[in-house]
C-alpha cells in the first residue's frame, strides 16, 4: 500500500498532553486500517538526494560509487553508497535518461537531442561526443572502456568501439521509442521498446532480430544475466507485465503480479533473486525467477522509475520528486527468533537503547493462536504525524519471543512510535532518535 500523512500535526507543541494522545491514536488505527492488505516488510531507506526533480536512471559501479540521473539535468554522485549525494550536473542537457560508468571516474549520460556527454574525472568536467541524432535518446550500456550501445527515439540505435569518440547509426529494422537495452558481451544483446518490440543481436549490432513478446504493450526495461536467461518489465498506466525468458528471447513467457500500475524497470542478480519498481512507489521481489512476487513496502507514492542492484543485498531505486531510496537487506528486515517458549499473551517491549543513535532493538511475544491457525503480525514505525515510515515485520510468525531492529539513519532526530498489532491485538510505544 501507499504512505501518505493525511493528518499532519503541525503545531501539535503547543496542545495539551492528552489531545496529543488522543490524536496520536487516532491517527494509528486509520493508518492501520489503511494498510492492513500490504503484505510486505520494508528494508528500504529514503535518502537525501538535495532535488526533487523526477529522477530516471540509477548505476552504481560498486557499493560505495554511484550515479542517479534525471530531468532539470540533475546528475547526482555519491563516494560512500548514498549517504551523501553530491551534484554533478554538467549543464549541457536538460533530460538525463540514461546513465553508465565503466569505473568511478570514466562515464556517459544521454538524453534530450541526441545528446551525449562524457566525463574522466567523476563529473567535474564534461565533454559533448557527437551522436549524429537529434531524436532522444533513452538508454546507454558500455561493456568496457571502449565499447557500449545507445537506443531511443524512432528505432535508434548506436554503437561505439573507440570509447564514444565515433558513434555509427545501426538498423534496428522499427520505429518504436527504444527505452532499455543490454549486452552480455561485445556480440550478444537485447533492446526493448514501445509496442511490445524486443529485438536481439549474436553480432554487435550489424543485424537486429525481432522477437516475439506476445504484448502491444511498453517495455521499459531489460535485465539479462547470461545468454539464455533474462527479463523485461513494462505496461501503461493500470496495466503491468513481466516476460522471462531461458531461451535467449526464442520464447518469453509472462510471469504475473498483484500490482495495479506500470513497472519501470527490473534488475536480477541472479537466476532466482531480483526486484521490479514502477508507479504508485511499487517494488516487487522474487526469489524463485519470477514465478512468484512478494510487495515491498517503498515509503512513498512517487513513480519509481530505476532500481540497482550490486549484490544480493545492496540496492538503490530512484524516481520522481528527487526520490532515492537504499536497502543493505535486499528490501527486507530481518527478524531473530531469541526464544521458542510459548508466551501466554502478545507483548511490546521498550525498544532499547533509548535514546538511540543510529538503530535499536525491538522485542515482542506471539502466543499460540486461540483457533490454532496462526495471524498476520505486523509492527511498524510511525512519525509523530502519525505517518507510517517502515514496516519492520509483516507475516504469519510461529509463538515464540521475536527481536528485530530499527535503523534509524536514514531518519531525522525525534520522536517516533512503533506499534505491534495482531488481530484484536494493539500496542504501541515510543521510542527517541537522538542524533
Not at 275 to 293: L, Q, S
Amino acid at each position: 500500500m501507499l504512505n501518505q500523512a493525511v493528518y499532519p500535526l503541525g503545531q501539535s507543541r503547543f496542545l495539551s498532553g492528552k489531545k496529543i494522545i488522543f490524536i496520536f491514536l487516532f491517527l494509528i488505527i486509520n493508518y492501520s486500517l489503511m494498510f492492513t492488505n500490504c503484505e510486505a516488510q520494508s528494508g528500504w531507506f529514503p535518502q537525501t538526494s538535495g532535488t526533487i526533480s523526477a529522477l530516471r536512471a540509477t548505476f552504481f559501479t560498486d557499493s560505495q560509487n554511484g550515479w542517479v540521473v534525471g530531468y532539470n539535468g540533475e546528475i547526482l554522485k555519491t563516494t560512500n553508497g548514498g549517504l551523501d549525494w553530491i551534484s554533478r550536473n554538467s549543464g549541457l542537457l536538460y533530460y538525463c535518461a540514461g546513465v553508465c560508468f565503466i569505473n568511478s571516474q570514466t562515464g556517459w549520460v544521454v538524453g534530450d537531442s541526441g545528446k551525449i556527454i562524457k566525463t574522466i574525472n567523476s563529473g567535474i568536467n564534461w565533454v559533448i561526443q557527437n551522436s549524429g541524432t537529434i531524436k532522444l535518446l533513452n538508454t546507454i550500456k558500455f561493456i568496457d572502456s571502449q565499447t557500449g550501445w545507445i537506443a531511443g527515439k524512432e528505432g535508434t540505435v548506436l554503437k561505439t568501439t573507440n570509447s564514444g569518440i565515433n558513434w555509427i547509426s545501426q538498423q534496428s529494422g522499427n520505429t518504436n521509442i527504444l527505452n532499455s537495452l543490454d549486452f552480455i558481451d561485445a556480440q550478444t544483446g537485447w533492446i526493448v521498446g514501445n509496442n511490445g518490440v524486443i529485438i536481439k543481436t549474436i553480432n554487435g549490432g550489424i543485424n537486429w532480430i525481432l522477437q516475439t513478446s506476445g504484448i502491444t504493450s511498453q517495455l521499459s526495461s531489460i535485465n539479462f544475466l547470461n545468454a539464455l536467461t533474462g527479463w523485461t518489465v513494462g505496461g501503461l498506466s493500470y496495466e503491468n507485465y513481466i516476460l522471462r525468458t531461458t531461451s535467449g528471447g526464442t520464447y518469453w513467457t509472462a510471469m504475473t503480479s498483484t500490482l495495479a500500475g506500470e513497472l519501470l524497470s527490473v534488475s536480477f542478480v541472479n537466476a532466482l533473486t531480483g526486484w521490479a519498481v514502477g508507479n504508485f512507489g511499487d517494488i516487487i521481489k522474487t526469489t524463485n525467477g519470477g514465478t512468484e512476487w512478494v510487495i515491498q513496502t517503498s515509503g512513498t507514492t512517487n513513480m519509481l522509475t530505476s532500481v540497482f542492484f550490486t549484490d544480493s543485498l545492496t540496492g538503490w531505486i530512484s524516481g520522481f520528486g528527487g526520490t532515492i531510496l537504499k536497502t543493505t537487506t535486499g528490501g527486507t528486515v530481518k527478524i531473530k527468533n531469541i526464544s521458542s517458549t510459548i508466551p501466554n499473551l502478545f507483548s511490546l517491549e521498550q525498544n532499547y537503547p533509548n535514546p538511540f543513535n543510529p538503530s535499536t532493538k525491538i522485542r515482542f511475544e506471539v502466543p499460540l493462536s486461540k483457533g490454532g491457525i496462526q495471524g498476520v503480525v505486523k509492527l511498524k514505525i510511525y512519525d509523530i504525524t502519525g505517518r507510517e515510515i517502515q514496516t519492520l515485520v509483516n507475516e504469519k510468525l510461529n509463538p515464540g519471543t521475536y527481536e528485530v531492529t530499527f535503523d534509524g539513519s536514514s531518519f531525522a532526530s525525534g520522536v517516533y512510535f512503533y506499534q505491534l498489532r495482531s488481530g484484536d491485538y494493539a500496542e504501541t510505544k515510543k521510542l527517541v532518535l537522538l542524533k
